[in-house]
Nanobody, 115 residues
């Protein structure tokens, strides 16, 4: 099982930026794919962005052009750069990793966007 630790959440103004980090306990090359999810109160958890081992990325439509998923192989860390933040981006953000036949989740980091 992979241990994942998220960081970087906090309070941002509308139009501002935050960068989330997800540090993995194993080499990122052992991970088949990593994804960022978010869940707002009363809503279902939704996938925001993902990156496969080969570097292929996907984004949900509402964040395309504003969010960027990337990784630092040396640090075994995946990032989510969030720009042009909107109030509807407010949620708990989680990273998830598929590796060794299972899926692991981090504890989450809160992002709050104020207008």
């Amino acid at each position: 099982q992979v241990e994942l630790v998220e960081s970087g959440g906090g309070l941002a103004q509308v139009g501002g930026s935050l960068r989330l980090a997800c540090a993995a306990s194993i080499s990122i090359f052992r991970i088949n794919g990593v994804a960022w999810y978010r869940q707002a109160p009363g809503n279902e958890r939704e996938q925001v962005a993902s990156m496969r081992r080969d570097g292929t990325t996907t984004y949900r439509d509402s964040v395309k052009g504003r969010f960027t998923i990337s990784r630092d192989n040396a640090k075994n860390t995946v990032y989510l750069q969030m720009n042009s933040l909107k109030p509807e981006d407010t949620a708990m953000y989680y990273c998830a990793a598929a590796a060794d036949g299972g899926v692991s989740w981090g504890q989450g980091t809160q992002v709050t966007v104020s207008s």
